[in-house]
């Protein structure tokens, strides 16, 4: 009886909250809903709390009225029929009683003697029950998840630990990152150029200087109808931004050409970049030393 009338006020609030939830759908995603409605969403969430703060409170009142009544471990009850005839009904174990005790195991108050030790503290003596079968289960659990963690992570190497899992992620953001680069190479042009040190670009720089540039400039940098590029000194500047600079736009006047309109940005960086490391190289018949001394700060290209 007593949990019919509890049934009947837990769906009475459900059923008192559903006009909040069709609020929150006709509000979609418009902030100024919110700021026009904010007395109304106001008392709306007071009203809620206090209703779910009812229902904090019924709750604590139901499982204390269980456990007083003790639904959990029923008494059986004594029916006197005449004089001293007396009849003891067991009482119908309860579902949640059934569960529990499948959960726990525990000896019924009524038979706590038989398993009583005789481990006495201030009048408090101990129970031997059995170890609550969810423990026992949890127990044979972590057993079987060790193992099973043992084999995975330290005998098969079937899983990544702590150490590798970093790599991989610090591995996976660094090709994020030179994806995102490779859109950006092309973004390239004589205020920002860096020097390239990949070898695969300045393989590509390498094959498009013999290709477009040797005919001119020799095919190891020597010099001929242009001036030498593997020595220290530059007519336009030596930096990598002059380099690209002079690639780029060309000295026309002087027979070099523009090679903007034929190459990217990103090739012509390529192409600097590989001239740089030509510098200190020893090509054979090399041209006389045009231009002023440019000191290179990093002596990358030099050392090789
Ligand atoms: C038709 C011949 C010719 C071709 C092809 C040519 N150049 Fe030149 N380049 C020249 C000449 C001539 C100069 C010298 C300009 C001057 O004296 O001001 C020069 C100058 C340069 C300079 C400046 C050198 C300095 O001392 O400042 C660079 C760098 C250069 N060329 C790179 C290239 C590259 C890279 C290519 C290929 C993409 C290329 N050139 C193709 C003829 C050429």
Redesign the pocket.
């Known amino acids: 009886m007593k949990n019919r009338i509890a049934q009947k006020i837990l769906l009475g609030t459900l059923f008192s909250l559903l006009p909040l939830a069709t609020i929150a759908q006709d509000a979609g995603s418009s902030a100024s809903w919110w700021e026009a409605n904010a007395q109304e969403v106001l008392v709306w969430s007071v009203l809620a709390l206090e209703v779910l703060l009812l229902l904090v409170v019924l709750t604590l009142y139901i499982v204390i009225r269980m456990i007083a009544n003790r639904v959990l471990v029923p008494e059986p009850e004594v029916v006197e029929i005449s004089g001293d005839k007396k009849i003891v009904l067991e009482p119908k174990e309860t579902f949640v009683a059934r569960v529990m005790h499948q959960l726990t195991d525990s000896v019924p108050v009524a038979q706590e003697e038989e398993v009583m030790t005789d481990h006495e503290y201030d009048g408090i003596y101990e129970l031997d029950n059995n170890l609550p079968p969810w423990w026992k289960a949890m127990f044979y659990v972590t057993i079987v998840f060790g193992v099973v963690y043992l084999l995975n992570y330290h005998v098969f190497d079937t899983g990544d630990l702590q150490g590798a899992e970093y790599e991989k992620e610090m591995a996976a953001a660094q090709a994020e990152i030179e994806a995102f680069l490779a859109t950006q190479e092309n973004s390239v042009d004589e205020t920002n150029v860096t020097m390239i040190e990949d070898d695969t670009r300045l393989a590509s720089g390498q094959s498009?200087?013999m290709q477009?540039?040797s005919?001119?400039?020799g095919a190891e940098g020597g010099g001929g109808?242009?001036?030498?590029?593997t020595d220290q000194?530059?007519?336009?500047?030596?930096d990598i931004k002059?380099?690209y600079k002079?690639?780029k736009y060309?000295?026309p006047?002087?027979?070099?050409?523009p090679?903007e309109s034929q190459?990217s940005p990103a090739q012509?960086q390529d192409?600097?970049s590989y001239?740089i490391t030509l510098e200190g190289t020893d090509p054979p018949n090399p041209k006389e030393p045009?231009?002023e001394l440019y000191e290179r700060e990093s002596s990358v290209a030099l050392a090789k």
Do not use: F, Q, R
């Open positions: 498009m200087y477009k540039c005919p001119c400039h109808v242009g001036p030498n590029l000194y530059w007519i336009h500047g030596g002059d380099i002079t690639i060309g000295i006047a002087k027979g070099m050409i090679w190459l012509m192409i600097s001239i045009e231009g």
